[in-house]
């Protein structure tokens, strides 16, 4: 139905600032910049005397302290000279510690910095300095926020406030534009499903500063449901044997243990589910999925906190007659690949309803954009 798209690209979050934002709010060039990539015939002595805009950026929204710094010419491809990351040890509260957080950003930043200014070119100040000014945790943006408005004053450069989900959204264009692909690549109008621990949200990009949300969660985050599901269905030797809190990474892990074994195939009766309650005696809700007449079916919503509940109460009762073993490895195995096929399809349903209703106002979506860091599930990319 949607072969005119062009490609589904996956994008993990890894600096949330682009620099087609950053140079937006500064200067209007992109004339120039675009011309740029148009010419490649440039002498030597021409690619060497270029102007060069910098930014270094800080991003502390959640758990990471990243900074980076990004080098913007006019002349050539875009780079990234430094990137470093530094996150949080939380592995002893199983997840997220706003606190923990908040003493490693205050811990992590300075030494961060310390190192990106090293590769300033020629040792000179950046143009400006950019930095995550939410959504996130408060405590976590304020370090961020502080230190970023140190450097700026101290440097007598402008400060540029980023909004995070904004750059999840153009974060496409920043890795497009570092691999030479230019700046403008993909075009607008693009649509991109941006599903994380804290998001969960499909928006269409129709300009540099004009994106609007189609959908969003009423209630919990896909990532935040898989993590909590991770917690409980993945056998707790195999949680403590890991040094990290990445829940969803482990879930898929235990999951696939082997990897991919098979591509997706879409069934219009739910088979899956037949055979799961025959064999184990459960099967796992559809998210709004309602009546076919009244119900929430047609809902430009996302919901997981029905589905993460299913699982809880299934666990629960087992616990109650079995203990800690409830259930041998393979049920777990199958619920957890259950877990992340019923999460899959209810963000593809989704999708396919917003490319259905754009089209219906002569809206041509060419390019779909997975961003976040649950984009970096195996299985979602087969879905």
Not at 169 to 193: H, I, K, W
Not at 201 to 217: F, N, Y
Not at 252 to 265: H, L, M, T, V
Not at 330 to 359: F, G, K, N, P, Q
């Amino acid at each position: 139905m949607y072969k005119h798209m062009r490609a589904v690209r996956f994008f993990g979050t890894v600096a949330r600032f682009t620099s087609s934002h950053l140079r937006s709010q500064i200067r209007s060039r992109e004339a120039t910049l675009t011309t740029g990539f148009r010419n490649q015939q440039i002498s030597q002595h021409q690619y060497r005397s270029q102007r060069w805009f910098t930014v270094l950026g800080v991003e502390s929204s959640c758990d990471d302290s990243s900074v980076a710094i990004l080098q913007i010419p006019d002349f050539g491809k875009p780079t990234l000279p430094f990137h470093g990351k530094i996150t949080a040890d939380t592995t002893k509260f199983l997840g997220i510690n706003p606190i923990t957080a908040f003493q490693s950003h205050r811990r992590s930043l300075a030494p961060l910095i310390q190192d990106a200014i090293k590769h300033l070119p020629d040792g000179r100040k950046p143009d400006i300095v950019a930095v995550t000014r939410g959504p996130g945790m408060v405590s976590s943006l304020d370090v961020g926020l502080e230190t970023a408005k140190g450097l700026a004053l101290a440097w007598d450069v402008p400060l540029v406030g980023v909004n995070h989900m904004q750059a999840h959204a153009l974060t496409v264009r920043l890795c497009r534009a570092l691999e030479g692909n230019g700046l403008d690549n993909p075009q607008y109008p693009f649509l991109s499903l941006l599903v994380s621990g804290g998001h969960t949200m499909i928006v269409v990009s129709w300009s540099l500063t004009d994106h609007e949300v189609l959908a969003e969660t009423i209630d919990t985050a896909v990532g935040d449901c898989i993590d909590k599901v991770a917690r409980v269905v993945v056998p707790e030797e195999v949680v403590k044997s890991k040094k990290d809190t990445n829940y969803g990474k482990m879930l898929e892990e235990f999951a696939f243990s082997g990897g991919i074994d098979s591509k997706y195939e879409v069934s219009k009766t739910d088979l899956i589910g037949d055979r799961l309650q025959e064999r184990y005696g459960w099967r796992l809700p559809v998210s709004l999925g309602g009546a076919k007449k009244g119900g929430h079916r047609g809902l430009m919503k996302f919901s997981f906190a029905g589905l993460r509940s299913s699982v809880d109460r299934l666990v629960d009762t087992r616990r109650k007659t079995k203990g800690d073993d409830w259930a041998e490895v393979d049920e777990r195995t199958a619920l957890s690949r259950e877990v992340m096929r019923r999460c899959w399809e209810h963000l593809a349903s989704r999708v396919i309803m917003t490319l259905e209703s754009l089209r219906e106002k002569d809206v041509d979506i060419e390019t779909i954009v997975v961003s976040g860091g649950v984009a970096s599930n195996a299985f979602l990319r087969e879905v």
